[in-house]
């Protein structure tokens, strides 16, 4: 067992719209503000810190701030058919056909934009500047869902 420290504040939120795969009420497009806490675990450094709290926030902004206010499209997704133009992406899921401006979207290299997956995105950008820390991810986008990565 070692140290761990907790970022976890309502101010770190990024509010975004997607649709997913499931035939029910969320494959229709929808919103959440999302709400990101992280956990770091690593000994203790010269400052006796595991991470500087600032830092760390400053970091998981930077992640998250470029996801806020976009339509978040699954570039992995087997489902969706992307045709690109030079100021509208078109998006065939299914029976539905999206058009949307490109300035809104914010393509993301994963297959769905779960929870689950947001997650597990955040935190390999988080890993890539925080190298050899424990990181737990918790993405909710709702006051009582919730989802992990860490690794
Ligand atoms: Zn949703």
Redesign the pocket.
């Known amino acids: 067992m070692g140290y761990k420290v907790v970022l976890d504040s309502t101010e770190i939120k990024f509010s975004a719209c ?3 795969k499931e035939p029910n009420q ?1 494959s229709r497009l ?3 503000n999302y709400y990101v806490s992280v956990e770091i675990s690593d000994d203790l450094n010269e400052n006796y810190f595991v991470v500087d709290f600032i830092d760390l926030k400053e970091k998981l902004v930077s992640i998250i701030k470029p996801m806020d206010h976009y339509i978040l499209i699954p570039t992995q997704s087997s489902d969706l058919t992307i045709r690109e133009d030079e100021d509208s992406i078109e998006i065939i899921a299914s029976n539905k056909r999206y058009v949307f401006p490109r300035a809104d979207v914010l393509f993301l290299p994963l297959p769905a ?1 779960t ?1 689950e997956l947001l997650a597990k995105y955040i935190h390999g950008k988080l890993k890539e500047l925080l190298k050899n820390k424990e990181i737990t991810v918790k993405v909710g ?1 709702s006051k009582s869902t919730m989802a992990i990565y860490e690794a």
């Open positions: 997607h649709f997913l969320c929808h919103g959440h934009t929870s986008e």
